[in-house]
């Protein structure tokens, strides 16, 4: 069974920085593509950060810059390090990871999130 757990968010003020972390278990980061979305109040969930299993990583426009998405596998955990926090960036941070079913399908796992709120 696919585990994923969020931990790092917290309360920081604006410019500041937080590490997102999201260990699994049942689920080897190191040989799969894991990813980190996020979703505001009244706002769809949007991708913020990906890393493929040969470490290559994309970054949403809003992000790139500021965001780091990395992995450490001998910790099976993803990390997500943000810098220079704005309040936009305010949301609940989820840890994602799936497997394709298909040639057009796929099943995602979710971690429950973590919150995370920049303050102006």
């Known amino acids: 069974q696919v585990q994923l757990v969020e931990s790092g968010g917290g309360l920081v003020q604006s410019g500041g920085s937080l590490r997102l972390s999201c260990t699994a278990s049942?689920?080897?980061?190191?040989?799969?593509?894991m990813a980190w979305y996020r979703q505001a109040p009244g706002k769809e969930r949007e991708s913020v950060a990906f890393?493929?299993?040969?470490?290559?990583?994309n970054y949403s426009r809003s992000v790139e810059g500021r965001f780091t998405i990395s992995r450490d596998n001998a910790k099976n955990t993803v990390y997500l390090e943000m810098h220079t926090l704005k309040p936009e960036d305010t949301a609940v941070y989820f840890c994602?990871?799936?497997?394709?079913?298909?040639?057009?399908?796929?099943?995602?796992?979710w971690g429950l999130g973590t919150q995370v709120t920049v303050s102006s």
């Open positions: 890393i493929s299993s040969g470490g290559k990583a």
């Open positions: 994602n990871t799936y497997i394709f079913t298909g040639w057009t399908s796929r099943r995602d796992y």
């Open positions: 049942g689920w080897d980061v190191s040989r799969n593509a």
